[in-house]
């Protein structure tokens, strides 16, 4: 399985890091995992063809994490298939909108966009043998984590959140927890909102800890404030031993069985 890194940046994209997104690959199957910027354009760059996504997963709401759908549904609107659009009730409902305004679902479109809602806590088959499951997280009501359960490994993504120890718990074990991990810790005096809306590297690392976890991601930095992943990677070691991948746009983790 692989996790090209579209995107590794909050909501200020900057000349080194866009949006948060990700495609993940396996089996020949491609997953697109949040919709900012230009999906289309990234994708190539990452060798991949657009046209292979088979489903799209929308963590929440917030314009950093959904604005490039409609764009990406609009440059493939000539293509005769059909992609599954995953998230939360509100999630859901939110995109449609969002198509709707472009008339992006009109019967002449012939790339079809099919939205399946997912109930936070429940299984949902992918594929066969693959699942994913959402989860809620508390960043907004729209939010969902999502755990990817596959024959070649379990793959957790957070979305935006602050350190959640609930999902901690539910991912012990996991080969690779991607998690929001937006500054270090000495913003959050600065930025008090982080508080309750994002993870810092010194919590991540020591909820992370006891997690159990193969690989250690972190992801969504605030790329236009003032630091470096040395620092991010410093946080982290205080309490977190395992293996760590700091990503960089169009980042490849292959993960082995
Ligand atoms: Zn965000
Ligand atoms: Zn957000």
Request: hydrophobic share 40%.
């Amino acid at each position: 399985m692989k996790i090209i890194f579209l995107g590794t940046g909050g909501a200020v994209p900057t000349s080194a890091r866009d949006n948060t997104s990700f495609l993940l690959e396996m089996a020949g199957e491609l997953w697109l995992v949040d919709c900012p910027g230009s999906l289309t354009r990234k994708i190539i760059k990452a060798g991949r063809e657009p046209r292979r996504v088979s489903a799209i997963f929308i963590s929440h709401i917030h314009a950093d994490h959904v604005y490039g759908l409609p764009a990406f549904v609009h440059s493939l609107m000539l293509e005769e298939k059909s992609v599954r659009l995953f998230g939360s009730a509100e999630t859901v409902e939110f995109c449609l909108r969002l198509l709707d305004l472009f008339g992006l679902r009109k019967e002449k479109i012939s790339y079809r966009v099919e939205p399946v809602v997912l109930t936070p806590g429940l299984r949902t088959e992918l594929s066969p043998g693959v699942v994913v499951i959402g989860w809620p997280v508390p960043h907004h009501t729209s939010s969902l984590a999502f755990f990817f359960e596959t024959p070649r490994g379990r793959v957790v993504f957070s979305g935006d959140t602050p350190v959640h120890q609930p999902l901690f718990e539910r991912a012990a074990g996991a080969d690779c927890l991607i998690h929001d991990c937006s500054t270090p810790s000495r913003y959050l005096d600065r930025l008090p909102f982080l508080q309750t809306m994002h993870g810092n590297s010194l919590e991540l690392g020591r909820a992370a800890a006891g997690a159990g976890l193969r690989i250690l991601v972190p992801c969504h930095f605030f790329s236009d404030l003032d630091f470096s992943p040395h620092e991010v990677e410093t946080e982290i070691r205080k309490y977190y031993g395992g293996r760590l991948f700091i990503p960089e746009d169009f980042s490849c983790l292959e993960l082995e069985p």
